[in-house]
């Protein structure tokens, strides 16, 4: 079993709807979960950041992070086609440990 | 601010020639990596310095050497490169006075090896 599984199948999904990303984890010492955003030909960028369980909002953004089902979501509501990116989930076990990375998820918003 | 600058953007290679992947940040970062990334593989660790003066392998290091030159630069490099090694390499760096743990990307060098 790998230590982050996320399903890198891509997602079209028509503007104005809500986008709904996750991954589940095997390795209960993570604490610290990202998301990235990577448009194409580009670096990946942090877009939300939580530390162990909860939810976080930010704008049309939310994450959410169960640690007792080792599963993490990212919502995007309201979705824009400027949203059409790839989507990779990460986390560790401290602030200065490796980042384990999912496979990424290709979103693409249709106007 | 340029963060994390990755030189060159593309590259051809012929099979077996070398070549060096360089870069640099300037946010006074502690730890920098090596990333390739490949389609359906998601990213992948080649090496990665914990600071200046220290080097470790990643998941993938088999046919890569890396160089800490100072804290701004690392440095990567294919001796005999290999139609395998085709890919977008990523530069990142962390660390540094408000460390989060946040990655910070480069924006990639595409290398094909022919």
């Known amino acids: 079993q790998k230590e982050v599984e996320q399903d890198p199948g891509p997602l079209s999904v028509p503007e104005g709807a809500i986008v709904s990303l996750n991954c589940t984890y095997s390795?209960?010492?993570?604490?610290?979960f990202m998301w990235y955003r990577q448009y194409s030909r580009k670096g990946p960028e942090l877009l939300m950041y939580?530390?162990?369980?909860g939810n976080k909002e930010d704008g049309r953004f939310t994450a959410q992070v169960d640690k007792s089902s080792k599963y993490i979501s990212l919502f995007i509501r309201d979705s824009q086609p400027s949203d059409s990116a790839t989507y990779l989930c990460?986390?560790?076990?401290?602030?200065?440990?490796?980042?384990?990375f999912g496979k990424g998820n290709q979103v693409v918003v249709i106007p | 601010n340029a963060g994390v600058t990755q030189t060159p953007k593309f590259q051809v290679l012929k099979t077996g020639q070398s070549m060096t992947l360089q870069c640099a940040q300037d946010?006074?970062?502690?730890?920098m990596y090596w990333y390739r990334q490949d389609p359906g593989m998601g990213l992948r660790l080649i090496y990665y310095s914990a600071s200046e003066g220290t080097t470790d392998k990643g998941e993938v290091p088999n046919g890569y050497n890396v160089s800490r030159l100072n804290k701004r630069e690392f440095s990567l490099r294919l001796e005999s490169a290999a139609p395998s090694q085709t890919s977008v390499y990523f530069c990142a760096s962390r660390g540094g006075y408000s460390n989060t743990g946040e990655l910070f990307f480069g924006e990639g060098s595409r290398l094909t090896v022919l």
């Open positions: 390795n209960s010492a993570f604490q610290y």
């Open positions: 939580t530390y162990s369980s």
């Open positions: 990460a986390m560790s076990e401290g602030g200065n440990n490796r980042l384990a």
């Open positions: 946010m006074n970062h502690n730890s």
